[in-house]
């Protein structure tokens, strides 16, 4: 099958010591121009490599540009090398499938996606970080021998002011005109106050004039400086490019594999008349397939999720079912989900109409959530920006799911740690059915999940419960009169997520590159004072950490010591890979309940509040079947979703508004 050209660059991540001198020719000299003191180097598709690596890795940048006006077409030289890389990245992930016995490891794809206001240079060093993190500097995640790792960069941009000069440029000449003219009337302002003349005629008639100019001229430059933060710019980008491209590129990853399987039916037999029809029946048929991962961070978060949106909700007719396969395309199953501060909306993990993620998320096998409640990137640019974008009423259904972070101290002398392991063993024993357990469990995830605190009351937490009963409350006052009260679900697409909420996360730092650790331990994504909640004061602090370069507010889990071991090896290992690494006593069998305890102890120390998804607890910990509970859980969830459509109240709303309502018994 022919593919069409593939509309990004592709370069391949060596170390340095496993490139011999004679093919240094093979070396990038533009995307990693600088770098020839690196350990980690960026060379073109088919380098010889000396010494091959655990887990290859590749680097795919969209070749859309920042700016329209400056967009080149590829080299053909470009196109054939992405052809060259796509095959490449296939045929490890296909050689894996072979080699591997029908009880051994699934090939595994990771993918890995930056977020806003990234320059490719700061993408780069961070996707040569994590390649050297898994190959070289942990020993648990190369063991295993079966995954591809991609670092991808959709066409983002640093925040300049050397930009101003291109932002003003880029102005339509009539808002320019108007700003320049009211700042010229500002003058004007000044210099009749300094000459007292406002109080003569023409003063007293120029003043309110002049004002208004001004007035609109700071509505103008306020226009100005939301371009300078790039945010729009880049959301752009990751919706029409990033997101597409990236599509594209597993489209073209999937269409190889079924080439190779092909031509392997061709080749065991010749007389083969279409060996691509027996391709497509193997690989529909198969239980085994090519399990893909992401690690989305900011607005990376955002390309994932739209990304898997795309492959599974709109070229699939499974997606249509309550429980919608994990498998997408023809070879691959989602496996695992990681967000670190997302920039996708809180929504996403309610089931409401709203939630156009719902479908794509839940089929994954594995959801992480990683926020923090400093997260000025998220709770002021991204939320000042989804005031004008995104279609809410109120002020918290503005707010990311990055914003979300965990209740201290709620119902627990202990905040820290896995906030409800104590009532993960006391209500969720064998043989008992998951959703009765969450039902009857007083730990509920919406009830620690809070986006912002009101200080003036006793019990200030705006959580999402709270949230959810007022949504329900709104609408049924502008339905009916009636006294029946409408609760919220009980269940939620929230459940299938596991939360680490690292406000108050306190470590040492961690670089891999110069294979260095911090003496001194300190808060790396807040100030980690351990408040209930951060004040104005707090965020006040914050800014002036973040400029200063005291901490990364945004980016932080990525330069701790012990999350970024965390997160890497659930990325790379899952769950149940991750906790044998904490409880890897030779001399002793693997017991998760003992591993679960050490995360939650190392997660107390540390300052890392955690909730775990009962279904993890369920399949991880106590070692039952991940289908059969996962498929429980959305039948309740989506039965919620029915009842409370079909409830009293949500009919007469809907009566109210023309609509014919017929009940199905």
């Not at 088919?46 to 590749?58: A, C, E, L, M, N």
């Not at 700016?67 to 296909?94: D, F």
């Amino acid at each position: 099958m022919e593919s069409k050209p593939l509309p990004v660059i592709l370069r391949k991540f060596v170390f340095r010591d496993a490139l011999l001198r004679e093919h240094e020719s093979y070396l990038d000299q533009d995307i990693d121009a600088g770098q020839d003191a690196a350990g980690v180097r960026l060379v073109k598709i088919g380098t010889p490599i000396h010494k091959p690596v655990s887990i290859p890795g590749y680097f795919v940048m969209s070749s859309a540009s920042p700016n329209i006006e400056t967009a080149k077409e590829m080299q053909e030289s470009e196109l054939q090398a992405s052809a060259l890389g796509v095959k490449e990245i296939a045929s490890y992930l296909y050689e894996i499938y072979t080699k591997q016995g029908e009880d051994d490891l699934d090939p595994e794809l990771m993918i890995t996606v930056h977020g806003y206001n990234s320059g490719r240079s700061s993408v780069r060093d961070w996707y040569k970080n994590i390649f050297q993190y898994i190959n070289r500097h942990d020993t648990a995640i190369p063991r295993q021998g079966n995954q591809v790792f991609i670092g991808y960069r959709w066409p983002s941009e640093n925040i300049e002011l050397q930009r101003l000069g291109e932002a003003l440029k880029a102005l339509p000449p009539f808002p320019r005109d108007l700003m320049l003219t009211g700042f010229v009337g500002a003058l004007v302002l000044l210099i009749l106050e300094i000459m007292q003349w406002d109080k003569v005629l023409i003063g007293i008639v120029l003043v309110p004039v002049l004002t208004i100019l001004l007035g609109f001229s700071t509505i103008i430059a306020t226009l100005v400086i939301l371009r300078m933060v790039v945010y729009f710019r880049d959301r752009y980008r990751a919706q029409n490019f990033g997101v597409l491209d990236l599509v594209e590129l597993l489209r073209q990853i999937d269409r190889e594999l079924m080439n190779l399987k092909s031509a392997d039916i061709k080749r065991q037999n010749p007389a083969e008349q279409n060996p691509c029809d027996r391709a497509a029946e193997f690989w529909q048929k198969t239980h085994r397939k090519v399990k893909l991962s992401f690690l989305g961070h900011s607005m990376g978060g955002f390309v994932v999720t739209n990304v898997v949106r795309i492959l599974s909700d709109v070229f699939d007719s499974r997606s249509i079912s309550n429980q919608p396969p994990a498998d997408i395309g023809s070879v691959f199953r989602l496996e695992r989900l990681l967000l670190t501060s997302p920039d996708i909306p809180i929504l996403t993990i309610v089931s409401s109409r709203a939630n156009f993620l719902s479908s794509s998320l839940r089929r994954f096998a594995e959801s992480y959530l990683f926020s923090s409640e400093g997260d000025l990137a998220l709770r002021l640019a991204s939320a000042t920006a989804n005031y004008f974008t995104f279609p809410s009423s109120t002020e918290d259904m503005g707010y990311r799911l990055g914003n979300v972070s965990l209740k201290a101290g709620f119902n627990n002398s202990m905040p820290y740690g896995i906030v409800n392991l104590a009532a993960l063993d006391e209500y969720f024993f064998h043989g008992s059915s998951l959703a009765e357990s969450i039902a009857r469990t007083p730990d509920k995830v919406m009830d620690y999940l809070f986006l912002t605190y009101d200080w003036r009351k006793k019990h200030g937490y705006n959580t999402l419960t709270k949230l959810l009963q007022d949504r329900f409350q709104v609408s049924q006052k502008a339905a009916t009169n009636s006294s029946h009260s409408q609760q919220s679900p009980k269940i939620t697409v929230a459940d299938l997520f596991t939360y680490f909420d690292c406000t108050d996360y306190k470590d040492v730092t961690f670089s891999v590159k110069e294979g260095a650790t911090s003496q001194k331990p300190k808060g790396l994504l807040t100030r980690a004072k351990r408040r209930k909640a951060l004040s104005w004061w707090d965020y006040l602090g914050l800014i002036i950490d973040g400029v200063c370069g005291k901490r990364d507010v945004h980016g932080g889990y990525f330069q701790g010591d012990f999350t970024q071991s965390m997160i890497y090896r659930i990325a790379f290992l899952g769950f149940t890979g991750y906790l044998k690494t904490l409880d890897n006593d030779p001399n002793m069998a693997f017991d998760p309940h003992v591993a679960l305890s050490k995360l939650h102890m190392q997660c107390r120390g540390l300052g890392i509040q955690s909730f775990l998804s009962p279904i993890r607890y369920r399949v991880n910990i106590q070692d039952e079947d991940m289908a059969d509970n996962k498929q429980e859980l959305l039948q309740v969830i989506d039965q919620e979703s029915i009842d409370s459509l079909q409830s009293e109240n949500m009919m007469e709303a809907l009566q109210q508004q023309g609509f014919e309502v017929v009940t199905k018994g």
